[in-house]
Nanobody, 118 residues
Framework: QVQLVESGGGLVQAGGSLRLSCAAPRSIFIVNTMGWYRQAPGKQREIVAAITSGGSTTYGVPVKGRFTISKDNTKNTLYLQMNSLKPEDTAVYYC????????????WGQGTQVTVSS
């Protein structure tokens, strides 16, 4: 069973920063496109950012310019640096890896809570 393990969530004031980490099995990490999704209460899950095995990145519109996705191939770890946080960024953040080109059929972590206070 593939396990993705997130860490780094917490409570922060608006304007602050947090960095999320996700440890993944190397077999997944070096091959699959990986990313971060988030889900706020009462809302659908949405893509935050993604990074391909080659390092190309994409971002959701609400976070573009504020969040940075990166990965450390030596540590098999995915990161999400979140700056200038807003209350609307409050959500459970999930680390995920595509399988067969699909997020839906991919691998998911258990999620980590990020709460931004105003």
């Amino acid at each position: 069973q593939v396990q993705l393990v997130e860490s780094g969530g917490g409570l922060v004031q608006a304007g602050g920063s947090l960095r999320l980490s996700c440890a993944a099995p190397r077999s997944i990490f070096i091959v699959n496109t990986m990313g971060w999704y988030r889900q706020a209460p009462g809302k659908q899950r949405e893509i935050v950012a993604a990074i391909t095995s080659g390092g190309s990145t994409t971002y959701g519109v609400p976070v573009k310019g504020r969040f940075t996705i990166s990965k450390d191939n030596t540590k098999n770890t995915l990161y999400l640096q979140m700056n200038s946080l807003k209350p609307e960024d409050t959500a459970v953040y999930y680390c995920t890896a595509q399988r067969g080109g699909s997020w839906l059929l991919g691998y998911w972590g258990q999620g980590t809570q990020v709460t931004v206070s105003s």
